[in-house]
């Protein structure tokens, strides 16, 4: 069975653009969850959709948004870039409600 | 609400020995306690989780202790390998209308030859 899969891998951007990246979740999972890592804040949640509704939103200021489509793959948007956004986005989904969720290898986003 | 920290933010163990990573959360909300292994330049990959009702669960060459009482969590791995080199993180995951993962700050492992 074919893992997460996160693309872009690795983005450059200009403080103000915006960005899309991508997840495709495993194939049967319903529940895809982003997370933000950085070297300072560790791994922090985003959001989580289940069944193209957001169910979960962790403390991030609203030009981070998500959507996920009726085949379960998601997208997540980032507006007007800041330096600060820079980190590894990670996906990951999940059957449901398991405690087991499968990571993607994550998109690299820098900020410049 | 919930914070899950880590003891110790590296630990440097001889290959063939056993290692512990310790780790400990701030309140009884999580539902679930989950250890993660996260290798340079991939994804962080499941080890195993343990209930909140349970104290311990083994698998393959893991084994992970909740000591509720003093809230703390551990992952032992027996016969460490050099493969095991990694960053590890604890969750701990509430199912409640707040269900998401809290991670701890990591502990990077090293195995020494």
């Known amino acids: 069975k074919a893992g997460v899969t996160q693309t872009p891998r690795y983005l450059i951007k200009t403080r103000g653009q915006q960005v899309t990246l991508s997840c495709s979740p495993i194939s049967g999972h319903r529940s895809v969850s982003w997370y933000q890592q950085t070297p300072g804040q560790g791994l922090q949640f985003l959001f989580e959709y289940f069944s193209e509704t957001q169910r979960n939103k962790g403390n991030f200021p609203g030009r981070f948004s998500g959507r996920q489509f009726s085949n379960s793959r998601s997208e997540m948007n980032v507006s007007t870039l800041e330096l600060g956004d820079s980190a590894l986005y990670l996906c990951?989904?999940?059957?449901?409600?398991?405690?087991?969720?499968?990571f993607g290898p994550g998109t690299r986003l820098t900020v410049t | 609400g919930e914070s899950v920290g880590l003891h110790l933010p590296t630990l440097s163990v001889q290959e063939g020995d056993n290692s512990i990573i310790n780790c400990a959360y701030s309140?009884?909300?999580?539902?679930?306690f989950i250890w993660y292994k996260q290798e340079s330049g991939k994804g962080p990959q499941f080890i195993i989780d343990i209930r909140s009702n349970m104290d311990k669960r083994q698998g393959q060459r893991v084994t992970v202790l909740l000591n509720k009482t003093v809230k703390h969590l551990s992952l032992q791995i027996a016969a460490t390998q050099p493969g095991d080199s990694a960053v590890y993180f604890c969750a701990g995951l509430s199912e409640g209308s707040a269900r998401q993962l809290t991670f701890g700050s990591g502990t990077q492992l090293t195995v020494l030859p």
């Open positions: 990951a989904s999940s059957w449901g409600t398991a405690a087991e969720q499968y």
């Open positions: 309140n009884s909300a999580s539902d679930y």
